[in-house]
Structure formats: structure tokens, C-alpha cells
């Protein structure tokens, strides 16, 4: 579906530019686009690299582990159908804690196989999702980020005097949207049940 918004959206702006006389500025636009997306993913690449070196290091010296440990109050409020030595588990935890730190990149892989470990409990009916799944998702799209390495190396690609200067903000606002999103997920499980 969003392949077919994206390409209307294209086609739409190619024949108003056509149109309208700006074919020309829109191409310089594209390719200066094109170029600029280059040079942000390079520069991002570094700080990607190292919070990359910095989760494999925690993975390692079992940091993710103790700290998995530490949020079992919190799994055990957010997830109470999912059984406390479930594998899903770890990969919940693991994927929190990347997006925490800011880590997208990092979060992916655990959120997908936190999915398919929750997928696994799932025996009732197997092609709706249950509310674990809903409550991870949700907590995933809206969680609390401590430092936002990537907006943060964006800002700093597009020259900010102060890259830095978004933490407390982005901290206030994930944190609100992660408590709304949390407290609506809890109002429709309990509704649900």
C-alpha cells in the first residue's frame, strides 16, 4: 500500500513540475536530495558503528542479561501472559534497552525475534495478534529514548552549533507517548478480556 501512496506522491509532483515549468528544479532537487542522503548515511555510519561495538561489548560481557534481570517488574507489568523464562523475554528486553540508548539499528533484530518467540505462545488463534504482541509493539514505536544517536548525528551532518541539544526534549516527549501508548494498551487489554 505505501509503495502505491509513495509512487502517486512521485508521479503526482513529476507532472505538476512538468506543468507548472519547474522540470528543471526538480531535478537539481532530486539529485541534490540524492547526494545529501548519501552524505548523511556516511556520516551516520560512525556513530553507528560504535553504539553497534558498544551493544556487542554488553552482549558479551552479559551486561544485557543483568539488565533483563533488572526489568523483570517491568516485563512482568507490561507482559503478564508471557512466562517469566520465555526466550521472547531476552529479545524484549534487548530490543527496550537498544531503543533506549537510541539504537534502532540495533533494535530490529531482537524485535523480530521477540515477535516470533511471542508468535510461538500464540496457539488459540494463530492469525490474530495477542495482547503481548500488541503491548510490544506499541511499546517499541513509542519508547523512551535516552540519547537519539541518529537525530543527533543528522544534526550534527547538517552543521547544529548544539547536536546535543534535543536530549531533554526528545527524553519529555518519549517518555509521555511511551505512558499514553502504555496506559491505552493496558484500557484496551482490560477491555478486551
Avoid at 78 to 96: G, M, S
Amino acid at each position: 500500500m505505501l509503495n502505491y501512496l509513495w509512487g502517486a506522491m512521485i508521479i503526482f509532483s513529476m507532472l505538476m513540475a512538468l506543468f507548472g515549468g519547474h522540470m528543471q528544479q526538480m531535478t537539481q532537487s532530486i539529485l541534490n536530495s540524492s547526494q545529501s542522503a548519501v552524505e548523511i548515511c556516511i556520516s551516520s555510519c560512525g556513530a553507528l558503528a560504535m553504539w553497534m561495538g558498544v551493544m556487542r561489548i554488553a552482549e558479551n560481557a552479559h551486561l544485557i542479561d543483568a539488565l533483563a534481570n533488572r526489568m523483570t517488574p517491568i516485563l512482568n507489568f507490561l507482559f503478564p501472559d508471557v512466562p517469566r523464562n520465555h526466550p521472547a523475554r531476552k529479545y524484549i528486553a534487548t530490543n527496550i534497552i537498544a531503543n533506549f540508548l537510541g539504537l534502532g539499528w540495533a533494535a530490529t533484530p531482537p524485535g523480530l525475534k521477540a515477535m516470533i518467540e511471542l508468535q510461538k505462545l500464540n496457539k488459540t488463534h494463530p492469525t490474530i495478534a495477542t495482547h503481548a504482541m500488541c503491548m510490544f509493539l506499541i511499546v517499541n514505536i513509542s519508547t523512551v529514548q535516552l540519547v537519539s544517536i541518529n537525530i543527533i548525528a543528522y544534526r550534527s551532518a547538517y552543521g547544529s552549533a548544539n547536536p546535543t541539544e534535543i536530549i531533554g526534549p526528545s527524553i519529555i516527549a518519549t517518555a509521555l507517548s511511551t505512558l499514553v501508548a502504555i496506559t491505552f494498551a493496558k484500557c484496551m487489554y482490560r477491555r478486551n478480556d
